[in-house]
């Protein structure tokens, strides 16, 4: 019988009312809930349930959010007896797939990315970097552009998502000149992102220091599933190891093809989207037709998932 993954989402996939179905009918769900409002200081299910919506796409509120809700998710199905051969995340959602795999404490996890929100947020002057992504261009292309749109200044693939669909981040107007010689080289379509800052670029190199220096306080233990991870498209089996990606993927590129790309290789038949959002599930039924994905976000899509996997 084949393997069968958990993917963890990041940033981007929030939505007013995740997690409610999870809290109201899973007891251990409702708790880590709670515990993440205690270590948070403030009422989770409320900015999850009623928001601000505005608020709830701040970096700093983001992140605690996101990994609670998939935590809690990935509490339900191990519930009904499920668990991961494999774990993988996009970007933040690597500590919920950590959490999954227990490598990291879920409450040392929810301070941990409260902390990365808040140093992602203040590496640079709001406004001063962002994000856009490129459509219908492979990834030579891409990097041959940022190359020629830099001019002096950071503008760099950031997400290499799947086939035809890569993220650039860095400096405002480098990521603008990028995008305008996209669209004159054959993107089908060129977006600027609705984000904070240049994540996943070398501009995040402060934020990575200073960030290894509140990880290196925190206890990793071996991951139960194998992990693969972004920075690398590769497992990582030691706390170690973990440690330094985690670091390195503040500043590089997300890997999320080659990741795919190498759990199917290495007998994945099924993913299982734990958390908010479709946004994986379409990635990966791009890279891969031959394996099944299913995304769990709701209580009404459990019996789908359970049939699956």
Request: overall charge negative.
């Amino acid at each position: 019988m084949g393997k069968t993954a958990w993917v963890f989402p990041g940033q981007g996939s929030q939505y007013l009312g995740m997690g409610r179905s999870a809290a109201e009918a899973e007891p251990a769900a409702k708790a880590l809930l709670d515990r993440a409002s205690e270590l948070l200081g403030y009422d989770l299910a409320a900015l999850c349930w009623v928001g601000p919506e505005e608020k709830l796409k701040q970096t700093e509120y983001t992140q605690p959010a996101l990994l609670t809700v998939s935590t809690m998710l990935s509490a339900v199905l191990r519930s009904q007896g499920r668990a991961p051969d494999v774990v993988a995340g996009h970007s933040l959602g690597e500590y919920s797939a950590l959490v999954a795999a227990g490598s990291i404490d879920f409450e040392a996890a929810v301070a941990l990315v409260a902390k990365r929100g808040q140093l992602m947020e203040e590496a640079m002057p709001a406004g001063r970097g962002t994000m856009a992504v490129l459509l219908g261009l492979d990834y030579q292309q891409v990097a041959a552009i940022c190359q020629e749109a830099a001019q002096g200044e950071v503008v760099e693939p950031a997400n290499i998502n799947c086939p035809g669909q890569i993220v650039i981040s860095g400096h405002r107007a480098a990521v603008e000149r990028a995008m305008a010689l996209g669209a004159q080289r054959g993107a089908r379509r060129v977006v600027e992102l609705d984000v904070s800052g240049p994540f996943h670029s070398s501009l995040m190199r402060p934020a990575a220091e200073a960030f290894a220096r509140h990880l290196a306080e925190v206890e990793l233990r071996d991951p139960e599933a194998a992990f693969a991870a972004n920075a690398t498209a590769d497992y990582v089996s030691d706390a170690a190891g973990i440690r330094s990606v985690l670091v390195k993927q503040l500043y590089s590129p997300v890997r999320w093809e080659e990741t795919i790309q190498r759990l199917v290789a290495d007998g994945v038949e099924a993913f299982v989207e734990v958390g908010p959002g479709r946004v994986l599930a379409g990635l990966i039924k791009r890279i891969s037709r031959k394996v099944k994905v299913v995304g769990f976000q709701e209580m009404e899509e459990l019996e789908k998932v359970l049939e699956m996997v």
